[in-house]
């Protein structure tokens, strides 16, 4: 593997970002990792790199502000099995489209498997035991709960499995998870479907953030330091992956709620 860096120009003010663009070229022409990285411009711009993993495997993670991205931990097959124990899910806990408390519809549609769901509404943000439509939440895919024990063994169980739809022209602004009782258990999140452009923050909202494109088989965990970090999705390349037959992407994070 070679990893290439082309830094950019160096820029003064402090509110600016510059970008360093990594190519993973196993064949001299084009590799199958490709990512924008914003970073300090007074560090270093060095990245861990990644290869992706092989029917699973775990590989070296990417460490990029304390969170840790493990690129192509799920194959093809893993994730078209994943879609489909989703499928069944949502069967007993249909996808929504959630309002803020101010009333404002979000660009996402949710649901969740799990003891707990997170839901929002004019009451505000929280986690329920039960879906807005009254039933209890289907219990999280035994193929989702893998993913969680294989990053983060030491973890207690998980608790609950968001379930976030990205269609065409979704986001998800830059927000904390901060609704559950221990910060000690990290979030895990998977990423099934089209590119989605994470951005991730600082504890303090503002000051300069830091962007990854997240494929689909990609897994995050924000645990430790990463934790409290705020962080959110752009946008999506809508189309850019095959895995979902009308497009979109699913983004599932599990999390430790008691």
Aim: hydrophobic share 35%; glycine share 12%.
């Amino acid at each position: 593997m070679r990893l290439r860096e082309r830094p950019l120009r160096r820029v003064r003010s402090v509110y600016k970002e510059r970008e360093i663009y990594l190519q993973e070229d196993g064949t001299g022409r084009s590799g199958n990792f490709r990512g924008i990285f914003r970073v300090d411009f007074m560090g270093s711009g060095g990245c861990i790199p990644v290869t992706p993993g092989e029917h699973g495997a775990m590989t070296a993670p990417l460490s990029i502000r304390d969170f840790s991205l493990f690129h192509g931990f799920l194959d093809r097959s893993a994730q078209e099995s994943m879609v489909a124990d989703l499928r069944a899910a949502l069967e007993v806990a249909p996808l929504v489209q959630p309002v803020t408390p101010r009333g404002r519809p979000m660009s996402v549609r949710m649901s969740a498997a799990g003891r707990f769901g997170w839901i929002t509404d004019r009451k505000g943000y929280r986690y329920s035991e039960t879906h807005p439509d009254g039933q209890p939440w289907p219990p999280i895919p035994d193929s989702v709960r893998a993913v969680w024990d294989a990053v983060v063994p030491d973890a207690r169980p998980p608790e609950c499995c968001l379930i976030n739809w990205y269609g065409e022209g979704a986001r998800m602004g830059l927000h904390q998870d901060r609704d559950e009782a221990d910060f000690d258990q990290p979030v895990v999140s998977i990423s099934l479907g089209d590119d989605g452009l994470f951005r991730m923050g600082n504890v303090e909202r503002g000051g300069k953030t830091e962007s990854v494109w997240l494929r689909s088989g990609d897994v995050v965990v924000m645990g430790g330091a990463a934790r409290l970090r705020h962080h959110g999705v752009d946008r999506i390349r809508f189309g850019s992956s095959t895995l979902l037959p009308k497009g979109g992407r699913i983004n599932l994070t599990l999390r430790v709620v008691s």
